[in-house]
């Protein structure tokens, strides 16, 4: 499977922005998505995780209540809304996912180390 991020762009303090993932394959409803970022000079953190499943869902206490992940398998896509956004948000987004197996369809991680692919970021910029 591959992935690209879209949907970044500026915003004002309090604003929305919806980031999208696209995937290519046919087993993209094999995976886990995670959505990431990184602000200059900062590591990269983890932000939002959905399960293959779907079931489940998992978010940095940063963002909880503010950020919602969901995706759509029939379209190949994750997405991440981001609600009430505030300029520590300001980061490059980065979305990627992990191969799940069945048994496991409902698990969520937000080790970054447990992801294998990862698409390129899309910038998002929160200004005060």
């Known amino acids: 499977v591959q992935l690209q991020a879209s949907g970044g762009g500026s915003v004002q303090a309090g604003g929305s922005v919806r980031l999208s993932c696209a995937a290519s394959g046919r087993s993209f409803s094999m995976y886990g998505v995670g959505w990431f970022r990184q602000a200059p000079g900062q590591e990269r953190e983890f932000v939002a995780a959905v399960s293959r499943s779907a079931r489940t869902t998992i978010y940095a206490d940063s963002v909880k209540g503010r950020f919602n992940i969901s995706r759509d398998n029939a379209d190949n896509a994750v997405y991440l809304q981001m609600n009430s956004l505030k300029p520590e948000d300001t980061a490059v987004y980065f979305c990627?996912?992990?191969?799940?197996?069945?048994?496991?369809?409902?698990?969520?991680?937000?080790?970054?180390?447990?992801?294998?692919?990862w698409g390129q970021g899309t910038l998002v910029t929160v200004s005060s």
């Open positions: 990627a996912a992990r191969f799940t197996y069945r048994s496991v369809s409902d698990h969520n991680t937000a080790s970054r180390a447990a992801y294998d692919v």
